[in-house]
């Protein structure tokens, strides 16, 4: 599983995605490929529904400056210092 994650983030980055769709995939931590390097940058839509995430890197909106939306359930709050960020979508 983590191998298929390495290959999805690395693929997102050379091919410069927008959206990166991270559903489903049993995720208990936020995964650390997504803020190495500055390969995502230009990532829009980050969607990680259905993990079992209980927090957000503190640097995510550094990390990510053109998020404009994450979707994301199952931690308790995030506060995004982005400018930004539109959309932040707790229900799942």
């Known amino acids: 599983m983590a191998t298929e994650l390495s290959e999805t983030i690395s693929m997102a980055k050379q091919e410069r995605h927008k959206n990166l ?14 803020l190495k390097d500055e390969g995502l940058q230009f990532l829009e839509r980050l969607y990680m529904k259905r993990n079992s995430l209980t927090s957000l890197p503190d640097n995510l909106a550094q990390k990510l400056p053109n998020l404009i939306e994450l979707t994301t359930v199952s931690f308790v709050a995030y506060c995004c210092s982005s400018r930004c960020l539109r959309t932040f979508d707790l229900q799942g």
Do not use: A, I, Q, W
Request: hydrophobic share 45%; net charge positive; no cysteine.
């Open 21 to 34: 769709f991270l559903n489903y995939r049993n995720l208990n931590k936020f995964p650390v490929e997504l």
